[in-house]
């Protein structure tokens, strides 16, 4: 029986003419932009970056970053927007060790940090406005921030899709996320995967098939921007990366 189930495998990743994946991994000095939308209006821009490379606790983590402003037409019409998200990533599982976000929101301001104790199973969660003591919090499944969760998505296997069973921290609550792989196609030069949250669709990404893995575009569903619950797009604007890399 496994044995036909790899014939079968292998027929139809042939049949389609996917060629081996390739090995993911962060490079320092990547720049992509996106345009962001809601509600069918062009809001944001944002940027997500590789900044470098840390140490945190005598071990090496990468440093990424995810920037987004209003267009100055949703600033002046609505209210200005700033939000920006760092996350330190395991070099192995592109899961973070820390995270922080500082939102500019209007009136709103906040700024939410997260500490991962993996070996615990447990994440340490402090709130400049809600709990600013901090707090200890469980979880069952690899936690991940909505930053580490673009790169782990990243770092998959393109050719195997099982299910991610992953623990999405939203500000201090750990929410089940379940997710795979659930297609490939050609798209010009490129080989594009699509991977989507399976409970909900609330998150999806299209990514090339390649050793850079670009997020050509992704979509979050019920995210909290300034009181409000929205659904978001990011569309590519533009890639790049220091020649040296």
Not at 142 to 147: G, H, K, M
Not at 165 to 177: C, G, Q, W, Y
Request: proline residues 4%; hydrophobic residues 35%; glycine residues 4%.
């Amino acid at each position: 029986m496994k044995s036909l189930v790899l014939i079968l495998s292998l027929f139809v990743f042939s049949a389609q003419s996917y060629g081996a994946p390739e090995k993911y991994t962060p490079k320092v000095g990547e720049t992509i932009r996106y345009n962001m939308y809601t509600l069918g209006m062009h809001v944001a821009v944002s940027t997500l970056s590789v900044e470098g490379k840390v140490f945190i606790d005598g071990k090496e983590y990468y440093h990424v970053r995810f920037e987004t402003k209003s267009t100055p037409e949703i600033s002046d019409t609505f209210y200005p927007l700033h939000d920006v998200h760092n996350a330190y990533l395991d070099p192995k599982t592109l899961l973070a060790v820390k995270y922080d976000k500082k939102l500019s929101e209007g009136n709103y301001q906040n700024h939410v940090f997260l500490k991962f104790y993996r070996n615990k199973k447990k994440f340490f969660a402090k709130d400049q406005i809600d709990f600013k003591k901090g707090k200890m919090v469980p979880y069952k499944d690899p936690a991940v921030d909505i930053l580490s969760l673009i790169f782990h998505i990243r770092g998959l296997n393109v050719d195997v899709s099982n299910e991610q069973r992953l623990s999405l921290v939203i500000h201090d609550r750990p929410l089940a996320f379940r997710g795979q792989i659930t297609s490939q196609e050609k798209r010009g030069k490129h080989t594009v995967v699509h991977f989507e949250e399976t409970q909900g669709t609330h998150f999806t990404m299209d990514y090339t098939k390649n050793a850079r893995r670009i997020p050509l575009r992704f979509t979050m569903k019920g995210i909290q921007i300034y009181q409000h619950t929205l659904n978001v797009k990011a569309v590519l604007v533009k890639y790049s990366i220091k020649k040296s890399e």
